[in-house]
T-cell receptor, first 111, second 112 residues
């Protein structure tokens, strides 16, 4: 599976958009970009995933560059409850393949 | 919204004892997984299970570990003879065809 690179930590003011970047320059054509988050030792929570096109759901938006070598997760109006470690993971869809978690980005939403 | 449920939330076991961690995956999912997270470390893959057999397993998943889907709803992880280093959070996940994996809230396993 392709490797990802994320900043170790980021801060964001409450109510502002949080933009979390991820580099995945070795992604292959059939691999998806997944975003999960983990709030203090709870189970990882699925946020969003995409292949080529930008995606939006009730939690977030995912912007994938045209060359697919990087992406950005956008939380449009961050709240204190969005404070978590955010993981960007590249992998195949709907298969028995493992998700490989890195260290992620610790997002702290400040009041 | 359907979710993955895990029991117990906390298990305390003496070293050398057997332990079984239980998971109820989301009902129409076909792929099942176990991961673990030692305190302060990354989430690590243990094993994936599809069509009643192991699809993939990591180096961590040695002969002391086994998985089973004993009926249509449960998915279990057994550790035969626990070691101190097995202390961790254990997460079960499930996924459908073309669907992302969804995780339970984990079982905290403490080996004394």
């Amino acid at each position: 599976d392709a490797k990802t690179t994320q900043p170790t930590s980021m801060d964001c003011a409450e109510g502002r958009a949080a933009n979390l970047p991820c580099n995945h320059s070795t992604i292959s054509g059939n691999e998806y970009v997944y975003w999960y988050r983990q709030i203090h030792s709870q189970g990882p929570q699925y946020i969003i995933h995409g292949l080529k096109n930008n995606e939006t759901n009730e939690m977030a938006s995912l912007i994938i560059t045209e060359d697919r070598k990087s992406s950005t997760l956008i939380l449009p109006h961050a709240t204190l409850r969005d404070t978590a470690v955010y993981y960007c993971i590249v992998g195949l869809s709907g298969s028995a393949r493992q998700l490989t978690f890195g260290s992620g980005t610790q997002l702290t939403v400040l009041p | 919204e359907p979710e993955v449920t895990q029991t117990p939330s906390h298990q305390v076991t003496q070293m050398g004892q057997e332990v079984i961690l239980r998971c109820v995956p989301i009902s129409n999912h076909l792929y099942f997984y176990w991961y673990r997270q030692i305190l302060g470390q990354k989430v690590e893959f243990l094993v994936s299970f599809y069509n009643n057999e192991i699809s993939e397993k990591s180096e961590i998943f040695d002969d002391q570990f086994s998985v089973e889907r004993p009926d249509g709803s449960n998915f279990t992880l057994k550790i035969r003879s626990t070691k101190l280093e097995d202390s961790a959070m254990y997460f079960c996940a499930s996924g459908g065809a073309g669907q992302p994996q969804h995780f339970g809230d984990g079982t905290r396993l403490s080996i004394l």
